[in-house]
């Protein structure tokens, strides 16, 4: 394993290359802080999200995509914000174990991401630590002013509406840990651990949405989890239709093999799509918007009195999530 260079020296050559645009005055990572001129009518939207080897990803895992992945969960809630990315700063905790390569194609991957979502390094830190690999983010975007989408605000009788697929990312880490899917092929394995290791920021989603009128976040801990808070704050519960819940042909093998899989789809998390609750009025904007960022979404079900989240199936069958696995009733 080779030494790593000093502090000074890793950041000069890794991740000042990186740093700075137009309105990300990051000073070549010279200074101790960074200047964002902030553009008249419109708030900044602040994030972060911490990553640990081991627990929220793997600690093999290419370098290059874990930069992806730390970027893009914070990506992911400017998205469901309805904020365009402006910045990010970074905050590295490297064991003795990680070495130059590994940062460089750690750097590599940030950089490819930087390109594609049009955001700057703003700064950050490094440390050396004794526990496991952390990268901690802070991404900074924009909003008009006073739109910034709130998780509060739902109401009984307003539609959920969900992007993209559930459940892929779920299935990919438990391809990946080697927890047997008989009869999966390689190609829909291949697409559960990329849908696992490289999430999809729906920013472009975010930013069609209308500006008004919807409760909002991003899937990261489960669909049936995460929707969990949206209810909490509106003091409702909600029923999901089952067969409304877009599934990957990939995660539909999955599931068709091995029943239990659905549960791990619906609960298991990094997901990365937005969750969305709004009135029934708003149904025809929400597919506009889809149609307009080229990201499907789909109304999967409505809120109603009570709390949590219930299933019904498609012969009508209803369950309920309870502490410790799914009850039916
Ligand atoms: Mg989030």
Redesign the pocket.
Known sequence: MGRRPGEFDLIARHFAPLAGAERVLALGLTDDAAILKQAVGQDLVV?A?ALVAGVHFLPDDPADLVARKALR?NL??LA?KGARPLAYLVCLSLPASIDEPWIAAFAAGLGADQAEFGIAMAGGDTTSTPGPLTIAITAIGEVRTGEMRRRAGAQLGDEVWVSGSIGDAALGLRALRGDGMPGLAPAARAFLVDRYRIPRPRLALGLELPGDGIAA????DGLVQ?LGHILRLAGCGAVLNLPEIPLSPAASAVIRADAAALDQALSGGDDYELLLVAPPELGAAIQEAGMRATTPVRRIGVLVEGDGVVLRAADGAMRRLARGGWTHF
């Open positions: 994030t999200d969960v992911s809630d469901a976040m991003d899937v990261s995460d």
